[in-house]
């Protein structure tokens, strides 16, 4: 990974991109939904013609694999066409019109009109471990732009180079396109970043990081003297518990996809699986730590996380009760980190609350054995907010799923079954985030179309003359899009 030396958004640098930001919002949000679709769609097949360029800067900067980030460029550059192709109808509006009726049973009721609307300039914290489908043009970017607010993107230090180009490349296909100028700008640095959210022309903002980086962020959101939204995917452990019967079933095939899921991309997902619960006589010891062994050690993003990662494997390691089953301290090399797979049991892991539940981001996973399903149960509630909890089960083992999901439910924002967590489809459906910690408003996702939603909010105009409505609440319909028309009885 080369070092670069990038000096930090000056704070008079900073002023220009929020003030710019702040005057694009009026014009920019007023755009139709379908001018605001061909801007996405510029942005998307301007990345595209610019992978070769791209590509070579993520890999000098991220250590990770030209195969991998090709693919997330393409992921970022789907999404991307995604919210146009959702945006483009004008149903994210959500335009309602209740017609004025004299006689209404609780007295006359006037003409109302109701849509979303923008929320204005958003404030995207960039994340390290997707160089590009998390970070300059990822999801929360993709998001904001979709709902019609300017972007004020500030960059990860992990890779600046690539933000500063990427930034670039988005701002002139957004500029070329006919958004205005300050749709979008990058700013880098972590005192400019907190400068930003305290900035009262910033009117949300959103995160993927850590909890403690995440929850900082949050208060600062929050203690402002107009408080406002702050949308964190914070941290996760994403348990998944294993039923007998799915042991019996198919055990040498569970015992390689946990490995596959929480090794792969060297830990560094927000969905890995950080724990493995088995029945206590599973059996499945020798395989799981044969694919552990076989996975070879990868360098990590950077040294920062590297060292945290060791940090946190020293603190899980030494808590009494709980074995080492494969990855040895020696296996920790300076360049990378190899799979640590550890074991202990239910009432070590209830008894060390602190050290085990907490999310260790790398290549780390235990495996939990429980004797009873009432065990099980008490592991389930010991939970805090997840991104994902997963069940793997059988026909036969109904009963163990029907005690564990209520539980599960309650502290995860996706449910799976007989699947693994890593891999989050960019869909109208998915949910990608939960009760805290793993975000800081479950009601919300950061992946998928639903995540638009965090950027609007509803005004409703009460009596309004025809020509003072926005064009999305005019009866001609100038924009074309879904009006649902309640009309008196």
């Known amino acids: 990974m080369t070092a670069t030396q990038i000096p930090d958004t000056t704070r008079a640098e900073l002023d220009a991109a929020l003030q710019r930001s702040a005057e694009a919002a009026e014009p920019f949000g007023e755009q139709a939904p379908a001018e605001r679709a061909r801007q996405l769609r510029a942005v998307a097949d301007a990345l595209d013609a610019a992978a070769g360029e791209l590509i070579p800067l993520a890999i000098d900067e991220s250590h990770l694999s030209e195969g991998r980030l090709t693919g997330e460029l393409k992921r970022t550059t789907y999404q991307l066409r995604l919210f146009a192709e959702t945006v483009e109808p004008g149903e994210h509006l959500r335009v309602t019109f209740d017609r004025a009726d004299p006689d209404f049973a609780l007295g006359p009721k006037p003409d109302l009109r109701r849509m979303l609307l923008p929320v204005g300039p958003v404030l995207v914290f960039a994340a390290s471990n997707f160089p590009f489908a998390f970070s300059v043009a990822g999801g929360d970017t993709a998001a904001a732009l979709a709902s019609g607010c300017p972007v004020v993107l500030k960059g990860h230090p992990g890779h600046p180079e690539l933000s500063l180009r990427t930034g670039e490349i988005v701002a002139e296909a957004l500029r070329s396109a006919g958004a205005p100028e300050g749709t979008f700008s990058v700013v880098l640095g972590f005192d400019i970043g907190t400068e930003a959210l305290r900035d009262e022309r910033i009117k949300a903002a959103a995160f993927t990081g850590s909890v403690p980086a995440g929850r900082a962020l949050f208060d600062i959101a929050n203690a402002r003297p107009k408080p406002i939204p702050f949308f964190g995917e914070l941290g996760s452990l994403n348990p998944v518990f294993v039923a007998p019967g799915a042991v019996g079933a198919r055990g040498a095939d569970i015992a390689q996809g946990y490995v596959t899921s929480y090794s792969g991309n060297a830990g560094q997902l927000c969905t890995k699986p950080g724990l493995l619960f088995l029945p206590a006589d599973h059996g499945l010891e020798d395989a799981l730590v044969s694919a552990s062994a076989a996975v070879s050690a990868h360098p ?166 025809a020509a003072l409505l926005p064009a999305a609440l005019q009866d001609e319909n100038p924009w074309d899009v879904p009006q649902s028309v309640h009309t008196p009885h």
């Open 300 to 465: 990590m993003l950077n040294d920062r996380l590297h060292e945290g990662y060791c940090g946190r494997r020293a603190v899980v390691t030494d808590v009494p009760g709980v074995r080492l089953l494969a990855g040895g301290a020696n296996e920790l090399a300076e360049d990378g980190a190899a799979p640590t797979l550890l074991a202990t049991d239910v009432d070590t892991l209830l008894n060390n609350r602190e050290a085990l539940l907490e999310e260790v981001f790398g290549p780390l996973s235990i495996v939990v054995t429980y004797s009873s399903e009432d065990e099980a149960r008490r592991a389930a509630e010991a939970f805090e907010g997840n991104l994902t909890a997963t069940v793997h089960a059988e026909d036969a083992d109904t009963d163990f799923v029907a005690t564990l999901l209520p539980r599960l439910r309650e502290r995860a924002g996706r449910l799976l079954f007989n699947g693994w967590p890593t891999g989050v489809a960019v869909s109208p459906a998915m949910q990608h985030g939960g009760p805290y910690p793993a975000a800081t408003d479950a009601r919300f996702t950061s992946v998928g179309t639903a995540a638009i939603d965090r950027f609007l909010r509803p005004v409703t105009y009460q009596n309004v003359p």
